[in-house]
């Protein structure tokens, strides 16, 4: 109901110019288990509150997704991500082996296309 409502194509789209990417829950079984806490508030909206980029690189580390793969490569290669830091978070986060060999993988292939955009 949300996504119709405030979502991309919707009314309020439509005549604002912008949508709400509406976050279900399960996506947070994906975020660093602390992730709450580095939340911060959107200027003007005191109940409105937007992820830090690492926690939003840790969830799409586990899709994996080329359109996650080409954000955080861009993000990472304009310096608005730090490696290290996203790597830190994806090693707090408990997983199940399978998922640390995958979105290791997955970052390790982020870095590479990250360092091929700032060289070229």
């Not at 949508?19 to 911060?40: G, M, T």
């Not at 899709?63 to 830091?85: C, H, N, Q, V, Y």
Request: hydrophobic residues 45%; aromatic residues 10%; glycine residues 4%.
């Amino acid at each position: 109901m949300l996504s119709k409502c405030l979502g991309k194509n919707s009314p309020f789209f439509e005549r604002f110019g912008y949508y709400a990417d509406i976050v279900r829950p399960a996506a947070f079984d994906n975020f660093p288990p602390d992730f709450r806490d580095r939340l911060v508030t959107l200027e003007g909206c005191p109940r409105v509150f937007a992820l830090d980029p690492h926690d939003m690189a840790v969830a799409k580390l586990f899709a994996g997704r080329p359109k996650d793969i080409r954000l955080l490569s861009f993000l990472l290669a304009t310096g608005r991500l730090d490696e290290m830091k996203v790597r830190k978070l994806l090693w707090d986060r408990p997983m199940e082996e399978k998922w640390i060999v995958k979105t290791h993988a997955v970052l390790d292939q982020i870095v590479a296309e990250a360092a091929k955009q700032r060289a070229a």
